[in-house]
């Protein structure tokens, strides 16, 4: 099957999964890069993201605009196109509005990890305010111009806040953004629970550190994860043999003309 194949199999997955985590409801989406055409990605038509299957997904091109399709697409593709766009290391893109989260989008205290599983989310978590340069809206990101200013929030980070609203997340593969989207209000919730009965103590930077340089995509920890969630979202049957969830490390990488067909 080819890399393309296996990313939409995966983006399917992963829609399913969010659901089923109650990461996502009737709305919020996820998305991943052209693999081939690094300004494109694909995801879902509006539909909630449990009823999604592969004659859903859409191209866009890098202005979050479908590209040869007429199907109504999401209209938050911005935070997906401006995220790509702002971030050449970034492989897939979540936006949700898991409530746990939306605390902190409304008070001082930053979100950080809190809990090992919430390292991922990589230290403070900035919070994007719409109305600081667009003034009153509703609140969604409707343009490129506003999904360039959530993307410059974001920086280098993984995830921001989104004021009143939700977050948007990034990582490097569908996984790896699936697991951080999981375990952000995870990490909320632990938050907010030590934070009424004292001051919480957060992961080090060094902890940080270590929890990332142990992350292998590889790994049969990681297929463990998928296997996991994919089955209790009930698509299980759709994830196939294990396989890489991330790109290849460059040393292993060999030219695109030289790779063998995988199966
Ligand atoms: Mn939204």
Known sequence: MSQL??????????????????????????????????????????????????HDLIEFDQQGEPVKDKRQPYLERFIHAAIFEARPDVTAVVHAHAEDTLPFGLIKTPLQPMI?????????????DIRKKFGDTNLLVTNMAQGRDLAKCMGKGNVALMRGHGFASAARSIIEVVRLSVYLPRNARIQMAAMQVGKPIPLSKGEIAARAAGYRPHAPETWRAWEYWANRAGCGDMIGEPHAHAPEDESKRVPKHDRKPKR
């Open 5 to 54: 194949n296996d990313l939409l199999r995966d983006l399917v997955v992963a829609n399913r999964i969010l659901s089923n985590e109650d990461i996502v409801d009737a709305y919020g989406h996820i998305s991943v890069r052209h693999p081939d055409n690094p300004k494109h990605f694909f995801m879902s038509r509006s539909l909630a993201p449990e009823l999604v299957n592969r």
């Open 116 to 128: 090992h599983s919430g390292s991922f989310i990589g230290g403070k978590v900035p919070v994007w």
